[in-house]
């Protein structure tokens, strides 16, 4: 069969694909290849994008919402490269239009890109009706970012390795969270570069990468206020310093009644744990009245990964 008379499927796909928050990050030294080995708790938040493919001339992508005009219109776009890469696989021409409908804040350390790019690689496999199975999937994705097979995978769930290694936490119940959108974004290269400039004129610090099993024991609790004391990332000293007005909206959000806040990876959204839905509700009304944060949103976790939508 030639390339051009593969036949497609459907029409257009639409794939739903959420936000992350790290319970917990914790962050080894760096390693030859650039990545730092992690262990981390992840949780799918309600947060999501939307991705939707359409058979087109050409492989083109556009964005609406959430800081789209920060997102790239080009072959550097995380979808765009995943697009590519199942057509590659697929030995076919990648003609789709990509349209991303935004929520996630861009640069915000709630790993938007990554989700794009899981997005995208679930609405082309449907797409183009290839049957690609799940640990195929997910090591495309993790070629495409150390965060993207946990957007595929969704849930709470621990990562180790550069974060790409998974494997599913029992979390009991729904947790509710409040997110500060920071009016400015923070690279996560550049954090992680912090992160190291800070140990190097610390020499004396302990790093220390065990399993966060008090965290996770927590977790199948259900309680949020077992878990709240037990949010940490490693990297929120090293947001703090790039963005040291964090400070501020991290205090904020505890004085609106947060059981506890969190920088969220490599920030510099602040997400807060909040005790039920009608407290986040309360913090967030709180929060965008002190005027600490360029957006605010509530959402809870945890949520199902990347999905395709039925109309
Ligand atoms: C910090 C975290 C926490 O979940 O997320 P964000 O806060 O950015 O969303 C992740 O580690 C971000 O993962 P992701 O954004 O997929 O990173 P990648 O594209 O794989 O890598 C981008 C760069 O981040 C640094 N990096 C990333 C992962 C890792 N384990 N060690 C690193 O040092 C490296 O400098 C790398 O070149
Ligand atoms: N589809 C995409 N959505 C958002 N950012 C993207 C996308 N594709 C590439 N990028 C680039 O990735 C960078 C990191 O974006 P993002 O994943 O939103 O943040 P983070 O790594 O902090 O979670 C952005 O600054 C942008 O240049």
């Known amino acids: 069969m030639s390339r051009a008379s593969l ?14 928050v790290n319970l917990h990050l914790g962050v ?35 964005t609406r919402g959430e800081g789209a005009a ?34 996630i804040p861009v640069a915000g ?16 496999a449907a797409l183009w009706g290839l049957d690609i199975d799940r640990d195929d999937l997910t090591e495309m994705a993790a070629a495409l970012g150390s965060d993207v097979p946990f957007a595929l995978h969704g849930g ?24 500060a959108i920071a009016r400015s974004g923070l690279s996560t290269p550049a954090v992680y570069g912090e992160l190291d400039r800070l140990r190097e004129s610390r020499p004396d610090s302990d790093i220390i990468t065990t399993r966060p099993d ?45 059981l506890n806040g969190i920088v969220s990876g490599s920030g510099p959204t602040c997400a807060f744990l909040c005790a039920d839905e009608t ?13 600490v944060a360029r957006a605010v949103r509530t959402a809870s976790g945890p949520v199902p990964g990347a999905r395709l939508l039925h109309d």
Do not use: Y
């Open 28 to 62: 080894g030294p760096l390693r030859d290849d650039g990545f730092h080995d992690l262990v981390t708790v992840f949780q799918a938040l309600s947060l999501c994008d939307d991705i939707r493919l359409s058979p087109a001339n050409e492989l083109r992508v556009t």
């Open 109 to 124: 350390g709630m790993a938007g890109g990554s989700a794009d790019a899981a997005g995208a690689l679930v609405g082309a």
């Open 279 to 291: 407290s986040a509700v309360n913090v967030a009304a709180e929060l965008s009245g002190v005027g």
């Open 156 to 179: 709470t769930a621990l990562g180790t390795g550069r974060g790409e290694r998974l494997m599913p936490i029992l979390a009991r119940g729904e947790f509710h969270w409040v997110l």
């Open 7 to 20: 036949s497609v499927v459907s029409d257009s796909v639409t794939v739903r694909v959420p936000a992350k």
């Open 214 to 258: 008090e965290l996770m024991a927590a977790l199948t609790s259900g309680d949020p206020r077992v878990v709240a004391p037990l949010l940490h990332n490693d990297l929120q000293p090293a947001a703090l310093s790039l963005q040291p007005a964090l400070r501020r909206t991290l205090r904020a959000g505890v004085d609106a009644g947060a």
């Open 70 to 103: 920060d997102v790239p219109a080009d072959a550097t776009n995380l979808a765009v490269r995943a697009v590519n890469e199942v057509a590659r696989r697929a030995d076919r021409p990648a003609r789709v239009a990509i349209d991303i409908d935004k929520r």
